[in-house]
């Protein structure tokens, strides 16, 4: 009996660790490999894109649009950012550009 319980508690520690961020998730990160070497310009722009329930998603969160709606030419960084509630039931996607 005593070996049973260890082996529920450690089973449920295990569930527990594998399902890390999916109640809630707010990451940024950035989209670059030479960061050494990044010089972020004079603006900025951002770009977006939804998912509801697994079943709609709508937005345009690619480079081009984030360069159109801060005006920029010329692209010289980027970051992404992930906000997502259980499981993906509601997501949203921003990719954050910076240039000139």
């Known amino acids: 009996m ?5 082996i529920v508690v450690l089973m449920v520690a295990a569930g527990l660790m594998l399902l890390s961020g999916c109640a809630y998730v707010n990451v940024k990160s950035p989209l670059d ?5 990044t010089t ?3 603006k900025t722009g951002v ?3 939804r998912s509801v ?7 345009d969160a690619s480079y081009a649009a984030a ?4 005006g ?3 692209l010289r960084h980027s970051d992404q950012e992930v906000f997502n509630v259980l499981f993906g ?3 949203r996607w921003r990719v954050v550009v910076y240039g000139d």
């Open 53 to 59: 329930l697994w079943l709609f998603a709508w937005g």
């Open 47 to 49: 770009a977006e894109a």
């Open 67 to 70: 360069a159109a709606n801060g």
């Open 89 to 91: 039931l509601y997501t």
């Open 33 to 37: 490999v030479d960061l050494d070497r």
């Open 2 to 6: 005593k070996y049973a319980r260890m």
């Open 72 to 74: 920029i030419t010329t």
């Open 40 to 42: 972020l310009g004079d």
